[in-house]
């Protein structure tokens, strides 16, 4: 099997529960998957944790792919709701904010992401407080809306928005932390010159 097989094939091959495709599917596709998954984590071993556990439902489940949308995103929403999983697992207690108790700054997600490579901003979101970095993730990279996340997490929609709001807030003053350091650093370099 040294040749490139199409999708079509390779899912015909998992499906029949031929090993040596399953885990063709699994190297095409685990890497991507595994950044997936550590957007929702803060620790290398659960967000493979999550990895594990989301393809073997991906081969459980796979003649339920129906080839509506790409077959990568079916992977990458199974993967996503393993990790909305294990995060109901690990957090018992969901934290109730009044939104209107917020101040309402506007930073858009523009902002933050332009100030920023993406190796320290997946670094930045895996410290937020684990409610916040659920929330943001799930409307910032998968584009949920605040009422299918309150659905979700089990919150209401309004601690959705005050939570993503949050997150923003401490995500841009992390970055301009950052930035101001690097100016600093630039400073000092240029004078010892």
Known sequence: MSQKISEEELIKGCLA??????QMLYK?????MLTVCMRYTGKREEAEDILQEGFVLVF???AQFKKKGSFEGWIRKIMVNKAIEHYRKSIHV???????????EAISTED?????NATELLKMIQELPPMYKMVFNLYVFEEMTHKEIAEQLGIAEGTSKSNLSDARGILKRKITSNMLRAERYEFN???AY
């Open 17 to 22: 529960g031929t090993w040596a495709f399953q």
């Open 28 to 32: 095409q596709y685990a890497a991507k």
């Open 60 to 62: 459980e489940k796979m």
């Open 94 to 104: 969901y934290p109730v904010v009044s939104i209107e108790d917020k101040e309402n």
């Open 112 to 116: 933050i992401l332009s100030n920023i």
């Open 189 to 191: 370099e240029q004078k």
